[in-house]
């Protein structure tokens, strides 16, 4: 089971936290036209890393916060954790 | 009954509590300390099991966690277990236990013929000889082995003892307190380190209990039992005994199985039977020891063939002899410890050592002592059925190839020892890659992977100075880091017998003309000639070879066979060990109760149960309620004797004609607020809300990105910037969960708030013709008509002093409201409702009342909404606005959402107006047609129409625009049903939806 730092609560169990999924995922603005390939790449098309990935995480039994986490897909070890505003170096 | 082989002194058990037992009927004593295994053998009782594969008889082969066959049926306090392991179940006054494995007896075994066929049963026997006719696996193969194999028998009753789960903290979980683990324990916790020390058996010490070795003037026992007196009374310190660490997971999260009354008779009152502890750790210290080796001969499985260390254990902690005529056969010194165990108490044992001319102090000790040894010689087989009676000796060339003369001896007890296989099960569940050590032909943890580290012999350190010293330098190292505090601890001294270079030496060849079974894994019967089977059929992975021989996939998941299993194959593939590798070790290191795994969560635990306020109202009044999800919704009230399509019926059409009320507290309720909550639900729902005034409802359906529907429900304008948002039961959480993820992530420069506050009200649904009139009684202070409170109207006021929302809307099609107070005020309100409605025949109704009204007005719930269905097919496209963008609106213009004969939702009525129709079954075209028939579409919901007394079903129809009055049939292979069918407009009931305006 992870161990995972909550920027707001502290280091908290991960069944604590819901999965959701790359956080470098941007959803396109609203009332832009976009292409059909551009939308799918939104809604489907995910990459499927192994290794160090920025993915989302709620702290639902927590502060219901939604946070970012940096993980390492194949190893778990996780790098560090953001608030959902906070710039990423 | 005498215990004819218990000596008359010695051991740690309590000789002045005898206990009595049984094992296959027949009654036995032991003393308290003992083991199930400890006191059968001190009865001299040896045949416990049949084998899993020839049912050749099983005896005892270990002392503790590596036993691979005395796997018993345990009976304790009215209740059975299966897969108990004699050597680790302690014995208790009362305590029966019977062998498994062989029917119909232990000594009479009909599977045995299999040890005459067993030219029949090679490596990989599962895989060819049952795979065909597949007709045979049901009626043959399979009630065969079911009956002439396993390892015990599950209780069929509900399991009354209790479980417990516990979370827990530390900076130093240190599995096994042997010496190492009690070292590192000691420097941690004098360094104020917060320490779990867990120990799987019941006495802490591990090999110190056992070997004849000195700390600090002390023996080992003594040495060991001061340090757990002082660690007991530390308070940064939890010792526990009984406690087996099972599994290491991400993080640093161990998991440990605490057996906390399983000694006992019974259990004690309020206390569980067992407790599984999830610890998470800063650090690990993997202090698990080494587990023997066995070497490999003929009939080496024959009951008293057992580990020397096992017998040494036997002898020292509990006062018994494996045999009084005993041999020992070692490739290393540790069979001479268990050598002069023997003789010191009286017994002359044989060593055959398989080195050429070793030299030791040990060695010297046994010359001394006048112990017989031969020097290069082996055994070559063993001889006896249910019993050891003698063994084939020989000489072996020095390149281990060549036998000489053949002699044969008596003895009833063959002890060996292949020397020493470190456990290194934990570091390797971390990820630790393991690496071979040459010196010791075993592999030890490499480079930790998560804050492991690995102690004493689990890291092939097998000498107790070194161990000593390692272990308090990790213990006080790794605590310096947390605690800061460097408390110096004088390291006591040290006397041992160092021991001389062991035999690269484990299987002894067959000699001419024989054909021994020589064994490597010995709970699942695999053989040297299995493997060799395996590899001439071109298996070479080492993870093929035990998927195919089965070897070290036993229960015991081949603590005592893997590596001498990848000597044999490295030795004929002419590899080396570590180039072959060893198959992956994975949780849990030992098998683990089921009832340790769920714990608390049993019955009515395994999920929380929600109930509305109201809840005891309805069970009063006779309520048979349904799982909502966790929630616990009233299904119908019965009156009588009413089934439930006829109570179900009765409170439908009372709606439809008086009044009816409702129990929905448990829609989702969330509260939202702030300047941008119109823009909000804009963004959320599929229809336009900005302009939605205060004091109206309005009906929404909102969609996930991929075009698909969501969720639907009404939010209402409660004022300038607060709406009050409801859901489905089952959506509640996930509606809020993406609500949040947008206004945090997407679109974090909306001020809105968002919170659930479905447990804040108490909902009531009042329903029917007639609900006006009660509504007028209950709020006789608002203007309740059609113009003062308008379909799709909300508001506020007082219900006999108690604050109440009033909203107008509708699920049943009805003329209906939706009163909500606060939740403490709900059975007041319920009870109002009740009183008042007398005169207009108000009656409560259920779920499947709700579900039939619902169903006849074609308003979708979530049998139609079922994650797969857009607008259109649920005929919710009207609500989609083409002016503004929302959530998932990009997707609907996808070829299969638009296509000319996309599904839509119709309704369904069978041709003879009689035939129910079940939920899930398929619409076809023609019933005659070969299989696979052509699916059109399914049933998501079906009634019994109150309205026109006939059954009803709503459907997803592939081209429903266009089906309406078309013939179809509904099939069911499930019910084995056919039903002609006509296909109808989904709105069967008022489809102008004039009843909710009125
Ligand atoms: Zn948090």
Not at chain 2, 138 to 144: H, S
Not at chain 2, 221 to 239: Q, R, T, Y
């Amino acid at each position: 089971m992870l161990h995972i730092k909550c920027p707001y609560c502290g280091m908290r169990s991960q069944n604590e936290f819901s999965y959701g999924g790359d956080a470098s995922v941007k959803r396109p603005e609203l009332n832009k036209e976009i292409s059909d390939e551009e939308w799918d790449n939104f809604v489907y098309n995910r990459k499927s890393l192994r290794g160090k990935h920025l993915e989302l995480w709620q702290h639902l039994s927590g502060c219901r916060q939604w946070i970012k986490v940096e993980r390492d897909t194949a190893t778990h070890e996780i790098f560090n954790t953001y608030k959902a505003d906070e710039e990423i170096s | 009954m005498t215990q004819k082989f218990r000596l008359e002194n010695g051991g740690l058990i309590n000789r002045d509590k005898k206990l009595s037992f049984k094992f296959n009927g027949k009654t036995y004593y032991g003393y308290e300390g003992d083991t199930l295994a400890s006191a059968l053998i001190a009865n001299g009782v040896h045949l416990v099991g049949r084998s899993f594969k020839y049912h050749r008889p099983r005896g005892f082969f270990g002392a503790g966690v590596d036993e691979p066959y005395a796997i018993v049926q345990l009976y304790r306090n009215n209740e059975t277990e299966p897969n108990i392991k004699a050597t680790e179940q302690e014995l208790f006054e009362g305590l029966e236990a019977k062998s498994v494995n062989c029917w119909p007896s232990v000594n009479f075994d009909i599977g045995a013929i299999n040890n005459f066929l067993k030219i029949f049963l090679p490596a990989g026997f599962y895989y060819k000889t049952f795979m065909w006719p597949k007709s045979f696996w049901y009626r043959v193969y399979e009630p065969f082995i079911r009956k002439a194999a396993g390892l015990g028998v599950a209780s069929t009753k509900h399991d009354k003892e209790r479980y417990e789960h516990k979370y827990e903290y530390c900076d130093l979980l240190i599995a096994g307190s042997g010496p190492s683990g009690l070292a590192s324990a000691y420097a941690a916790a004098k360094n104020g380190a917060r320490v779990i020390l867990a120990e799987d058996k019941p006495r802490f010490g591990g090999s110190l209990l056992t070997s004849d070795v000195n700390i600090g003037n002390q023996s080992g026992e003594d040495w060991a039992n001061g340090i757990i007196s002082e660690l007991k009374e530390m308070p940064n310190v939890v010792v526990k005994n009984r406690s087996q660490v099972f599994g290491y997971y991400d993080h640093n999260m161990l998991v440990m199985s605490e057996k906390v009354s399983d000694h006992l008779p019974k259990t004690k009152k309020h206390h569980p039977k067992q407790r599984l502890w999830y610890i998470r750790a800063k650090e690990v210290l993997i202090s698990s020891g080494s587990i023997e080796r066995p070497l490999v001969f003929g009939n080496n499985d024959t009951p008293g063939v057992m580990l020397s260390s096992a017998a040494k254990e036997y002898l020292k902690v509990y006062g018994v002899l494996v045999g009084k005529n005993p041999l020992v056969f070692t490739n290393n010194d540790s069979g001479y410890e268990t050598a002069i165990e023997f003789k010191k108490n009286g017994i002359n044992p044989i060593i055959l050592d398989s080195r050429v001319n070793p030299q030791s102090e040990i060695i010297d000790e046994a010359i001394n002592l006048g112990i017989k040894i031969k020097f290069s010689y082996v055994v070559v087989a063993a001889h006896g059925y249910k019993k050891v009676s003698s063994a084939d000796i020989a000489k072996i060339s020095n390149d281990k190839k060549q036998l000489g003369t053949i002699e044969n001896i008596k003895c009833d007890c063959i002890c060996v020892s292949g020397f020493w296989t470190p456990t290194i099960h934990l570091a390797s569940q971390s990820g630790n890659k393991t690496k071979f050590k040459e010196e010791i032909d075993a592999f030890v943890p490499g480079t930790s992977k998560q804050n492991e580290t690995t102690l004493g012999a689990a890291n092939g350190i097998f000498t107790l100075e070194e161990t000593l010293k390692s272990s308090f330098t990790a213990g006080q190292d790794l605590s310096k880091k947390i605690t800061n505090k460097d408390n110096k601890i004088s390291f006591p001294n040290v006397v041992e017998k160092i021991s001389s270079q062991h035999d690269k030496f484990w299987c002894v060849p067959l000699p001419k003309g024989k054909n021994y079974k020589r064994f490597l894994d010995f709970q699942n019967d695999v053989a040297v000639s299995d493997i060799e089977i395996a590899l001439k059929e071109g298996y070479r992975s080492i993870e093929h070879v035990k998927r195919y021989t089965t070897l070290g996939m036993a229960t015991d998941q081949g603590k005592t066979s893997n590596l001498n299993g990848l000597q044999l194959v490295s030795d004929i593939e002419n590899k080396v060990v570590p180039a072959v590798g060893h198959t992956t070790f994975r949780p849990p290191y030992t098998p683990i109760s089921i009832g340790t795994i769920v714990g608390r969560e049993v019955g009515k635990h395994s999920k929380p149960t929600r109930k509305s306020p109201m809840h005891s109202w309805h069970e009063k009044n006779n309520a048979v309620f349904v799982d909502a999800g966790v929630w616990l919704r009233p299904r119908y009230y019965k009156q009588g004797n009413e089934n439930l399509f006829e109570a179900s019926k009765r409170e439908a059409k009372n709606v439809r004609t008086n009044v009816g009320v409702c129990d929905v507290t448990t829609l989702g309720k969330i509260d939202i607020k702030g300047p941008d909550a119109a823009e909000l639900l804009n963004r959320v729902y599929t229809n336009a809300w900005l302009k939605l005034p205060v004091g109206k409802a309005r009906y929404g359906v909102m969609l996930r990105e991929d075009g698909i529907i969501m969720d639907d429900g009404t939010t209402t304008r409660i004022s300038e910037n607060h709406y009050h948002m409801t859901t489905t039961t089952a959506q509640a959480a996930n509606v809020l969960s993406h609500l949040e993820y947008y206004l945090q992530l997407v679109w974090p420069e909306l001020n809105v708030n968002v919170v659930s506050t479905t447990e804040q009200w108490a909902g009531a649904a009042i329903a029917g013709p007639k609900s006006r009139k009660l509504l007028e009684k209950l709020f006789p202070n608002n203007d309740v008509s059609n113009e003062g409170l308008p379909f799709m109207g909300y508001t506020e006021s007082e219900l006999f002093g108690v604050k109440a929302r009033i909203f107008r809307i509708s699920f049943s099609g009805e003329l209906a409201y939706e009163v909500n107070v606060e939740s403490d005020n709900g059975q007041f309100m319920w009870e109002k409702i009740i009183e008042l409605g007398q005169e207009f025949q108000v009656q409560p109704y259920g779920t499947e009342a709700l579900s039939t009204l619902r169903i006849e007005m074609g308003h979708v719930a979530g049998s139609e909404l079922d994650g797969r269905t857009i607008s259109y097919d649920t005929s919710l496209e009207g609500l989609i606005s083409k002016k503004k963008d929302f959530i998932g609106k990009r997707s609907l213009n996808r070829e299969a959402f638009t296509s000319s004969d996309r599904q839509k939702i119709v309704g369904v009525v069978p041709l003879d107006k009689k035939t129910s129709i079940p939920e899930g079954s398929h619409l076809v075209k023609d019933a005659q047609a070969p299989l696979p028939n052509k699916k059109l579409g399914h049933i998501s919901a079906s009634c019994w129409s109150v309205e026109h007394d006939n059954p009803f079903s709503l459907a997803i129809l592939k081209d429903g625009k266009n089906m309406i009055g078309e013939k179809l049939f509904v099939m069911s292979p499930l019910k084995n049903k056919v039903i002609p069918v006509e296909i109808v407009s989904s709105h069967y009931v008022d489809p102008k939806g004039e009843r909710v305006r009125s």
